[in-house]
T-cell receptor
Framework: EDQVTQSPEALRLQEGESSSLNCSYTVSGLRGLFWYRQDPGKGPEFLFT???AGEEKEKERLKATLTKKESFLHITAPKPEDSATYLCAVPGGGNQFYFGTGTSLTVIP | NAGVMQNPRHLVRRRGQEARLRCSPM?????VYWYRQLPEEGLKFMVYLQKENIIDESGMPKERFSAEFPKEGPSILRIQQVVRGDSAAYFC????????????FGPGTRLTVT
């Protein structure tokens, strides 16, 4: 049973072309939704935590939002250095965190 | 402020050998998680430990895999009698508290079984 689904799997953007990444989750009693960035050959880097529907957080060109069933990571005027895989994760019923398979973002100069 | 440290970064083992992966959490963090990442797959939870205690090992294979987090020293993930299917990137993460705090990841150990 999938707990977290991310879409699209891959996204290619021109530099400056804004877009959004989606993370849908099915866990009940959400206890936080986490966004990470992962560069090739490296560990995931923590970006944001969202706890309740309607919450928004921003960091540079990234803004994360949360509804009752999904989260969006909005990328405004992306730059080539924003190219990475973006992961979302939610805590499960026990101590597990469930990660999505990620969206691979490529920003073309 | 040093982040999560893992070593070795790359490990090559022949089938049947043992692999030992080490993880030192961030300073002040006493909660450690191990994940496995296969190509084209997401991070899969393996085990959650606190100092001297295994809290949740529900994601760990029943055989050949074990983990510990001693009172002193790093957390260790041990894989005995490795097989080719064990080839993957293994990540360690630490958090300051239990449950739902954000986790901070190390750079990973890439295990290759030949």
């Amino acid at each position: 049973e999938d707990q977290v689904t991310q879409s699209p799997e891959a996204l290619r953007l021109q530099e400056g072309e804004s877009s959004s990444l989606n993370c849908s989750y099915t866990v009940s009693g959400l206890r936080g939704l986490f966004w990470y960035r992962q560069d090739p050959g490296k560990g995931p880097e923590f970006l944001f935590t969202l706890y309740s529907a309607g919450e928004e957080k921003e960091k540079e060109r990234l803004k994360a939002t949360l509804t009752k069933k999904e989260s969006f990571l909005h990328i405004t005027a992306p730059k080539p250095e924003d190219s990475a895989t973006y992961l979302c994760a939610v805590p499960g019923g026990g101590n597990q965190f469930y990660f999505g398979t990620g969206t691979s973002l490529t920003v073309i100069p | 402020n040093a982040g999560v440290m893992q070593n070795p970064r790359h490990l090559v083992r022949r089938r049947g050998q043992e692999a030992r992966l080490r993880c030192s959490p961030m300073k002040g963090h006493s909660h450690v998680y191990w994940y496995r990442q296969l190509p084209e797959e997401g991070l899969k939870f393996m085990v959650y430990l606190q100092k001297e205690n295994i809290i949740d090992e529900s994601g760990m294979p029943k055989e050949r895999f074990s983990a510990e987090f001693p009172k002193e020293g790093p957390s260790i993930l041990r894989i005995q009698q490795v097989v080719r299917g064990d080839s993957a990137a293994y990540f360690c993460a630490s958090s300051p508290g239990q449950g739902y705090d954000e986790q901070y990841f190390g750079p990973g150990t890439r295990l290759t079984v030949t």
